[in-house]
């Protein structure tokens, strides 16, 4: 049987696949036979209902559909055999159920999955995958964990895959025996170094704005008092956010212990559980400020402006949480994406040296 490479369209790979070498059949999905860049095909896979590559407006490229009533002479598997299309054929769908192990629980979310299927259930036993990176937040939802669990299938079936194009998401440290990425304590300390500047100046800021709601009150200047209120809840938030997010570097930074990424998922989850409910409170202050500032407009009653010092004192204090539990969740997000960062750029090479892509380093 030749050997086969299954390629999908993006660019960093797919001209690297095997397009001059006649021991490898070549498998496309969907339109590509007709772009400039695929210079073969032997087997197209169109795995969509029949409105959908019979429309006129496919965005891909507008021709499709007559290029499908087309004679080529080569296979083009579709859920059903078309009349209309000459070169169609049914995808064997149920004979692959039947017949791959574990195909039966019917997990298929992308067409290379199908193309890989109906590889194993042919019996190929060399595939290589090119174009298939699934970067794009669709792909990597939903699709690319499919794609493993066919890739392990096909392993598991004593298949060859020599290139994985899409190598990155096959890696990482084995849990327990070989310990986790880690992100250089430095890494902490340079962020609270950057993050320290911008703390100061919007600490100062609410300084400023808080000394001219105070003149604003003095004075007795309704409107602009509502329009200062607003402004300083903003840079409380703004405040509050720098000086959390400065707090996780300076406590990570003390840290000579491992910190494995599922720590700051935790932080990410409890800090946005406690932030929802500091902004419940924030905005329930908010509206208090607001009625009895009405209170205070229309009766000038001091008593109204001391209800309005107090609302308004609370209602910046739950910004102030807000912004500060905001910052915790934003700065372990950071953190958990640096991992993933430090993962894929270490991960490419070692697993094509275990996949035996690369020998003899």
Known sequence: MKKLAIIGTHTRTRDQAPWDDPEFEIWVMNEMPQAEWCKRWDVCFQIHRSEVYRSLKNFVNKEHWKWLQEKHGKPIYLEEVDRDVPDSRRFPLEEILANIPGAHLRWFKSSPVYALALAL??????????????????????????FQFWVGIALGMG?????????QFFTGAM????????????????????????LKSAEWEVIKLKKRVEEALAANKFDKISTLISQLQIANLHAGEAKGALDEAERYGGRD?????????RCMAQSQRDGEKARENMWHAGGQAEYVWNVWKQTKNPEAMRQLTKF?????????????LLGKHHENNRYAGKIDELITAAGGARTMAALGVIKGE
């Open 312 to 324: 308004m004192n609370d209602q910046m204090q739950y910004a102030l949480d807000t912004g500060y």
């Open 175 to 198: 849990y327990g025996y070989e310990g986790e990425t880690q992100i250089p304590n430095e890494f902490f300390k340079d962020r609270a170094i950057e993050i320290r500047p911008a």
């Open 159 to 167: 298949t060859k895959i020599e290139v994985l194009s899409n190598e």
């Open 121 to 146: 259930y042919m019996g190929y036993e060399h595939i290589d995958f090119y174009g298939l990176d699934m970067a794009s937040n669709t792909e990597y939802g939903y699709q690319l964990p499919n």
């Open 257 to 265: 212990d491992p910190i494995p990424r599922q720590e700051y998922e």
